[in-house]
Each structure stands twice: as structure tokens, then as C-alpha cells.
């Protein structure tokens, strides 16, 4: 008796992917109709077409991106649909990544948020083009500069048995600023506000030079790491020029990536955790101020709204740059000298390691007398407060 094989052709998801991500037609719109058609007739594709969904995701990180970049690019480029089916992908690949960093276990836990309360799902070809549109964003996406992930950072400080912004006080203390930036931003009133950033920036700063002064006496075999911090539209460019500031007045340094709205910042962790609060509060006290600022214009009957929220940004970023700096280079007290620059050579080297050719760019757009006048009085009101000085032998 003799028996004959047939010939296994290619898979549907393999002649969708074909036709709608791989083909090159010039009808773009033509070639995921086709694609979709062949993914909505066929329900027993389902499984595979998920799973080379999460195949595309682990690429990613082989990539150099992080969960919070993608879903960044993917909720800029198409929609709500298409982050919350990204955010499921991710989900699915997680349990089968390698160990990560707490900076990927937060990415991950933000993802809960988009998941919750799904809508109904749509029709089969609905749901099929925008799983196509997803994935055909996702392999299009270059490689980024990989991030060092450090699974175990928190380790030194429970090694050490040292103390002050160690271990368990630290992340109280990360916690205190949390809840005054919160109060700040909240508050109606101003002088309520300066008072509680002064103490926030306080606190900070102290965090800071508690890190430092543990290295000095147990050295920590951690090198600098890096973060991303999404700098979204509009006026993008003065965000950008802010969290620079920011960046430098805490030893870090920032890398603007404008096609895909992120700065990358280098330097030790506790710094990194100390520029995202900073950023974060100063960035929604500027627009809180500038709303004040642009209704008291219209009401004086002035409507330029763009060119003034351009001048005001660029403004209060400049100002507070200015202020951050002159505080950072006149409060570090010679013993704390030799400590400070031997991080600031770590995280130079390790800045220049991730781009090794960066560029300058220069504010374009500021021409609102009053934007910038109004701009640079709001950032006087941010009132940075001075390093706390050591105390001394």
C-alpha cells in the first residue's frame, strides 16, 4: 500500500502578512483589506496571529525599546483600539520575557489602566485591520539605543546596611516628594504652591546628597543608568529644553529624541527618580500658570494663542534652567567636590557611550513679547530652593 503527503501551503497569518505587511503595494489601504479579509474568514488563525503579535513585541526589546516607548508611538500614529491591543500583546509576552528593572515592572503595571473595562469587540474584519495597522507600525519601528536594565538596583542599599537615603528611607522619601508635588500642583494658591515645591526641591536635593555621601563610604558596583521621559506636542521643543534643565542641575544628562517624543537621561538612579518628579511637577505648574496667563491675554484682548504658549514655554524653560543652574553650582559644598565629579565622569562616559553623536538645537518660534514676560514671572514663582549644605566635621 502506498500513500501520498499533500503539500502544506503557507498559513492564513503568513498570507495575510504577506499581502498587508510584507508586500510593498502601493495601496496601502487595499493591501490590509485583503489581509484582513483573509484573517476575518478564518477564525482558527486567531491563536497564531496573536502569537506572532507577541513575537513582534520581544523583538522590540531586542530593539532597545521599553513598553512605555512603544505604546508612546503607537497612541501618536493610530488609536485608542491599537494601544489597548498593543498593551494586551505586551501583557501576553510578559510572563515569558527575562527578569527586568523596576522602570519595566512600573511600564508594565501602567498598562492595567488601558485594559480595564475593554470595550465590545467589533466585527471580525473591524478587529482584523486594526491588529494589521498595529503590526505593520510595530516591524517598522528602528532600533534604539538599549537601556542598561538593572534587575537588582535596589540591592546595594540593602547590602550595605548603610542608611540615610538607603533602602527603605529612600523610598519614603521619594514618597514625601510625591505628595508635596501633588499638593502643588493641586492648590489654587500661589504662595501655598512655592512653599510646597521649595520643600519638595528640598527634600530632593538632600536625596541627592544622601546617595552620594553612601557611595563615598560603600561604593556601589552600579553604574549610571538611563530612563526615557516621553516630551510630547505641542511645543515640544521648550519641554525639551526644561527637562534639560532639570537634567543637569541633577547630574544626569538628557538625549532629545524628537521623531519619537522621548528625552533618554543618563545617570545614577536616585537622580533619575529625583528628574522625573522635577520634570513632572514644574511641567504641570507651567501649564497651569500659563492658562492664567493666556485667559488674563484674552481678556485684554489679545488672541495670539500659539506664538504666546510657544514664548511662554520657551521662557520658563530658560528661567528655570538659569535658577537650577546658579543653585547646583553655588551650594556643593569641597568635601562633596571629589564625590560629584567622579559621578559626574561615570555618567558622562556612560552619555556619551549611548550617543556618541549628538546636536544642538536651538528654540525656534519665540515672538511674544508678553508670552516670554509672562513665562519667565511664572518660573520666578517655581522658587528653587538652595542645596541643603553638609554639615561639617
Known amino acids: 500500500m502506498s500513500s501520498t503527503e499533500t503539500p502544506t501551503g503557507p498559513s492564513t497569518v503568513e498570507r ?16 490590509l483589506d485583503t489581509g484582513a479579509s483573509l484573517l476575518a474568514a478564518d477564525p482558527a488563525a486567531d491563536a497564531d496571529l496573536a502569537r506572532r503579535g507577541e513575537e513582534f513585541v520581544a523583538a522590540l526589546w531586542g530593539r532597545g525599546w521599553q513598553p512605555a516607548d512603544v505604546v508612546r508611538v503607537v497612541r501618536r500614529e493610530l488609536d485608542d483600539t491599537a494601544v489597548r491591543l498593543l498593551a494586551g500583546l505586551i501583557r501576553a509576552q510578559a510572563p515569558r520575557d527575562r527578569v527586568r528593572g523596576r522602570r519595566w515592572r512600573d511600564q508594565l503595571a501602567q498598562l492595567d489602566e488601558l485594559l480595564a473595562d475593554p470595550p465590545p469587540r467589533p466585527d471580525r474584519f473591524t478587529h482584523a485591520t486594526a491588529v494589521l495597522e498595529l503590526y505593520r507600525l510595530l516591524l517598522r ?5 538599549p537601556l542598561q536594565d538593572h534587575p537588582h538596583a535596589s540591592g546595594r542599599a540593602k547590602a550595605s546596611g ?28 500661589p504662595d501655598e504652591a512655592e512653599a510646597l515645591s521649595a520643600k519638595a526641591q528640598e527634600l530632593m536635593a538632600k536625596h541627592s546628597v544622601d546617595e552620594a555621601l553612601l557611595d563615598a563610604a560603600t561604593p556601589a558596583p552600579d553604574a549610571p543608568g538611563a530612563c526615557r521621559i516621553g ?18 542641575a541633577n547630574h544626569c544628562r538628557a538625549v532629545w529624541n524628537e521623531p519619537f517624543c522621548f528625552s533618554t537621561v543618563v545617570g545614577f538612579e536616585a537622580d533619575l527618580e529625583v528628574v522625573e518628579l522635577l520634570y513632572t511637577s514644574l511641567l504641570v505648574q507651567a501649564q497651569s500658570a500659563m492658562t492664567r496667563a493666556e485667559a488674563a491675554q484674552r481678556a485684554g484682548g ?6 504666546f504658549r510657544q514664548s511662554f514655554l520657551a521662557a520658563y524653560a530658560h528661567r528655570v534652567g538659569t535658577r537650577l543652574a546658579e543653585a547646583a553650582g553655588s551650594q556643593v559644598t569641597d568635601d562633596l567636590l571629589p564625590v560629584l565629579a567622579s559621578r559626574e565622569v561615570a555618567v558622562t562616559a556612560a552619555a556619551d557611550r549611548l550617543f556618541p553623536d549628538t546636536v544642538s538645537t536651538r528654540l525656534r518660534g519665540v515672538s511674544d513679547a508678553a508670552g516670554w514676560t509672562e513665562g519667565a514671572r511664572a518660573a520666578d514663582r517655581a522658587q528653587m530652593r538652595s542645596r541643603p549644605r553638609l554639615p561639617s566635621e
Do not use: C, H, N, W
Open 141 to 145: 519601528l528602528p532600533a534604539l539605543e
Open 302 to 307: 489679545r488672541k495670539r494663542t500659539k506664538t
Open 16 to 31: 495575510a502578512f504577506r499581502t498587508a505587511l510584507y508586500s510593498g503595494a502601493d495601496s496601502a489601504d487595499a493591501s
Open 231 to 248: 516630551v510630547e506636542a505641542p511645543y515640544e521643543q521648550a519641554k525639551a529644553v526644561l527637562l534639560d534643565a532639570v537634567a543637569s
Open 162 to 189: 548603610g542608611s540615610g537615603a538607603s533602602g527603605g528611607s529612600g523610598a519614603r522619601m521619594l514618597s514625601r516628594i510625591r505628595a508635596l508635588l501633588a499638593k502643588a500642583e493641586a492648590t489654587g494658591y
